[in-house]
């Protein structure tokens, strides 16, 4: 564990930009061991993050078989009966969708009834692992977290308490030894909630949109598709990013576009542009795809969503920010 914390304290965490407040609080969680839940809306990075924390894990020697047990101290029948070779484990990562329907067999483990018929119901190699045991020594990625049911949510509690999986009254007792990055959408609002005794095993760390233009313009550059033979001017596309995080802000808007929104936008006005034969991405490119690319990645409040269609209240906000800002609409 003390390499794996030296590589955190020099880590940087450039696969993210910015997030500087979130990388300091996830360094801190990590350097004591802790458990953690991302908390924040879809497409600022939590993914990104979690797999940056694993590159940071150093090489393991475990065993070769579905426990990753510790050659040193094995528990699964097939390492005790001598047979497994060992192999080096790199950068564990084991990614698990929460969901109402996971259940704690599937991530724990589950007696298999046919080889229970050959070796007996109670006997440890009737046994097929669950997801969770790849990620012995590594990190298991709970991707949203709070869509697991409040059995499963039990079930994962004892084990990140034990470092342990039991199964019921089985008598099987293998290692599960790992680190829990979740994740948590603070606008889902149609799932279970975490219980208070289950939040209180995690860290909780807030990630929002990037946090000045600047910084989402260099992700737009980074991951935006370019086309051959269409070029979209740098002005062009600060506007749109200035669009998007405006509304952001707007009081009308309660669940708000994203980064992939932002870069939505560009890719589509650019691909639009290469379509009608332009050379460079127009103003009325943009207007052409910005309701189809924005009005479902965003919704209204109660209040006006009577009144409009998300893709009306799109288009008349972008008409009124091209008025606003001097758009220029012809080409070039
Ligand atoms: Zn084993």
């Known amino acids: 564990m003390t390499e794996f914390r030296k590589a955190i304290m020099k880590a940087d965490l450039s696969e ?13 969680a990590l350097i004591t061991g802790r458990n953690i839940v991302l908390v924040g809306p879809p497409g600022v990075g939590k993914t990104t993050l979690a797999k940056a ?8 020697t475990v065993n070769d078989c579905p426990f990753h047990c510790d050659p040193q101290r094995p528990s699964c029948p097939q390492c005790k009966a001598g047979k497994a070779k060992t192999k ?3 950068q564990a990562f084991v990614r698990v969708q929460g969901s109402p329907d996971l259940t ?17 119901p109670l006997s440890p190699q009737s046994f097929t692992p669950g997801k969770i045991f790849r990620a012995n020594k590594g990190i298991l990625f709970f991707d949203e977290i709070n869509r697991a049911s409040e059995k499963l949510q039990n079930a994962l509690l004892q084990v990140l308490e034990e470092k342990r999986v039991t199964i019921g009254s089985y008598d099987i007792d293998f290692e599960a030894d790992f680190l829990l990055i979740g994740t948590m959408n603070p606008e889902d ?14 860290d909780m760390i807030h990630m929002g949109y990037p946090e000045t233009a600047s910084v989402e313009h260099q992700i737009v550059m980074m991951r935006r598709q370019t086309l051959e033979g269409v070029s979209m001017p740098e002005r062009l596309q600060q506007q749109i990013i200035t669009f998007v995080r405006q509304l952001r802000t707007d009081k009308n808007i309660d669940r708000k576009p994203g980064v992939r ?3 939505g936008v560009v890719d589509r006005a650019t691909s639009t542009a290469l379509l009608r034969g332009h050379k460079t991405v127009t103003v009325d490119d943009v207007v052409a795809v ?3 690319v924005l009005s479902h990645r965003m919704s209204l409040k109660p209040s006006i969503r009577y009144l409009e269609q998300p893709e009306q209240y799109i288009a008349k906000q972008f008409q009124t920010f091209v008025r606003d800002h001097d758009m220029d609409g012809g080409e070039g």
């Open 261 to 263: 929104a932002t870069i």
């Open 290 to 292: 910005v309701a189809s």
């Open 189 to 202: 609002t149609s799932t279970e909630k975490l219980s208070d005794v289950f939040l209180d095993r995690f």
């Open 53 to 60: 924390v694993a590159h940071l894990l150093p090489p393991q």
């Open 104 to 120: 704690a067999e599937d991530l724990l483990g589950d007696i298999d009834p046919i080889k229970a018929l050959e070796f007996g």
């Open 16 to 28: 993210i930009l910015g997030q500087e407040r979130v990388k300091e609080e996830l360094k801190s």
């Open 88 to 90: 080096m484990l790199d």
